[in-house]
């Protein structure tokens, strides 16, 4: 069977993570007898450049006519704030996210035992293990708000972002928080601010609606400014924590550092069909694009989450998540990640690793 993915490269490291996750894909491909083929998207910066616009007419219906998207990163200095909403990649990646009804974020956080020296966390407190998977909210919120500014009599500029939330949207991706929780280990925590805001106090209701009918899953409700606390103090108590946008946006950042380095966490973005698309948390690291010192592992384990939720190849699945274990634990390291005693890897070399390791697995 054929399967058709859209590469998304984006902009800064994002052609070169994607490059390595390509040739990983490419590795499985070979080793399981399936073929891939890949339609190139161009959304971000580099649409801009190219066509005057982050997210060019009949991008989504190009996602929509392959199996699933995998995507680099999109961002960078040259498309800042300043410049119209329409040639800001960040308005393309919400645009697309809402188009293609991705309105469930897995981001996985976990500390690989050939990582604990990267964990920044007390010994005591890292070796407990750290094993969660952030859900994030990603369709709604104040991410997709209406947006205000206007001019005051005697305060200056004033601005608004709304923030909204239906029962509709908080139950489909509480449901999921549930259903996650039932194939790992039993346990939601549900992160909102209910002593403050409104949102979350029908989030909350809807959770504990939830709660009731999934009562074989653990439940608690944090408030995201201990949940920020917690984080740091006592990670293995989390299993799944299911979040709205911003805070799983600023809650996703802060797990993935207590795992070593944002560069190794990939995310899915999953909706009601299997189509999803699959992406690294970190950004496109402008600083750094174009040195091949990119950390391409959050890329290959996205398309590895890839080959789990949208096409349902498991094994194939696990083989890239052994692989990239084997390769940490034989002490290959990209620059974000490097200590002393272990073999540097520029970011096609790990990819070349990673790819060999699967093939003489
Ligand atoms: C993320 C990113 C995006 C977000 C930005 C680039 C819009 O930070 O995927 O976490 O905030 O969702
Ligand atoms: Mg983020």
Not at 91 to 106: E, F, M, P, S
Request: negative net charge; proline residues 4%; aromatic residues 6%.
């Amino acid at each position: 069977m054929n399967y058709k993915i859209a590469l998304i490269r984006g902009d800064g490291i994002g052609p070169e993570v994607v490059g390595e996750a390509v040739k990983v894909l490419e590795a499985v491909g070979q080793k399981f007898g399936h073929s891939f083929t890949y339609e190139e998207v161009l959304l971000g910066g580099c649409a801009t450049d190219a066509v005057g616009k982050s997210y060019p007419d009949g991008t989504a219906e190009k996602c929509r006519a392959c199996d699933a998207v995998l995507l680099g990163a999109v961002g960078g200095p040259k498309w800042g704030s300043d410049k119209p909403a329409e040639q800001r990649p960040e308005t393309a990646l919400l645009a697309i996210r809402k188009d293609l009804g991705l309105y469930a974020n897995l981001r996985p956080a976990a500390l690989r035992p050939a990582m604990a020296d990267a964990c920044p966390l007390k010994r005591e407190t890292a070796e407990k293990g750290i094993d969660l998977m952030m859900v994030r909210e990603l369709t709604g919120g104040i991410y997709f708000g209406q947006r205000e500014r206007y001019d005051t009599p005697d305060r200056g500029v004033e601005c608004a972002d709304r923030m909204a939330y239906s029962e509709q949207e908080i139950e489909r991706i509480g449901r999921r928080a549930f259903e996650l929780a039932r194939l790992r280990r039993n346990k939601v925590s549900s992160v909102d601010k209910a002593n403050v805001l409104e949102t979350s106090r029908l989030w909350r209701s809807v959770m504990h609606r939830l709660a009731e009918e999934y009562s074989d899953v653990e439940y608690e409700d944090v408030l995201v400014d201990n949940a920020a606390m917690q984080l740091v103090r006592d990670p293995a108590q989390f299993d799944v924590v299911v979040t709205e946008n911003m805070f799983g946006d600023i809650l996703s950042g802060e797990a993935s550092m207590i795992t070593g380095s944002i560069g190794l966490i990939p995310s899915a973005s999953l909706g009601e069909t299997k189509r999803g698309m699959y992406e690294p948390i970190h950004g496109s690291a402008p600083d750094i694009a174009g040195q091949n010192i990119a950390n391409p592992i959050g890329t290959i384990l996205a398309a590895g989450m890839m080959l789990k939720y949208a096409f349902d190849m498991d094994q194939e699945a696990a083989e890239i998540e052994e692989a990239v274990e084997a390769a940490l634990r034989l002490g290959y390291r990209t620059k974000d990640i490097m200590e002393d005693g272990k073999t540097y890897r520029t970011c096609s070399q790990m990819g070349d690793t990673i790819a060999e390791l699967i093939t003489n697995a």
